[in-house]
């Protein structure tokens, strides 16, 4: 094996990640563990190879506030480290270092948050889940990961999930 740089395929494609060593910290934004588990083994199988660290992220959203009142949070602070909380050993299943951690960002700005975040710890990589929806849609509102590629100052890998079917059940 001297002499061989590792290289971890992403599923469902021809596409491999180089093993030069320079993404030792991966950043992996979760919204649910379920809509995650197929980025959760890209990431982890990612990180494994480079012998890095990973960061599990659930984004708090709020809507902004109305005149004379607060922000309004669809979760508590609970729910929210729950998310990223549940993922943990999952990661340490597959004997990682890893670490979680909530941000609060106001909806519609959850890409510039990721972005920020990554940038703040100093993220090597950002792999998200691509989740399905229309072209339409993509085309006026723009996706998330999209969002979050064009902003972020590191590469953004974006997984698309298998089909339900075809996953294991969680738990």
């Given at each position: ?11 469902g494609s021809d596409a491999l990640i180089s093993g030069d060593g320079s993404f030792r910290r991966i950043l992996v ?75 609060e960002a106001q909806r519609g700005e959850i890409a510039s948050a990721i972005a920020r975040h990554a940038a703040a ?51």
């Amino acid at each position: 094996m001297h002499g061989l740089e590792p290289r971890v395929a992403v599923p469902g494609s021809d596409a491999l990640i180089s093993g030069d060593g320079s993404f030792r910290r991966i950043l992996v934004p979760i919204r649910t563990v379920r809509d995650a588990v197929d980025t959760l083994d890209v990431a982890a199988r990612a990180c494994s190879s480079m012998k890095g660290m990973l960061r599990l992220v659930h984004v708090r959203v709020f809507d902004p506030p109305m005149r004379g009142t607060g922000r309004f949070y669809p979760e508590t602070v609970a729910q929210a480290a729950a998310v990223a909380d549940e993922a943990l050993p999952l990661m340490w299943g597959y004997g990682l270092v890893a670490s979680t951690s909530v941000i609060e960002a106001q909806r519609g700005e959850i890409a510039s948050a990721i972005a920020r975040h990554a940038a703040a710890w100093r993220a090597d990589l950002i792999v998200m889940t691509r989740r399905p929806s229309s072209a339409f849609w993509r085309f006026v509102m723009g996706s998330i990961p999209d969002q979050v590629m064009r902003q972020a100052a590191c590469p953004v890998l974006a997984v698309h999930p298998k089909s339900a079917r075809k996953r294991p059940a969680l738990g």
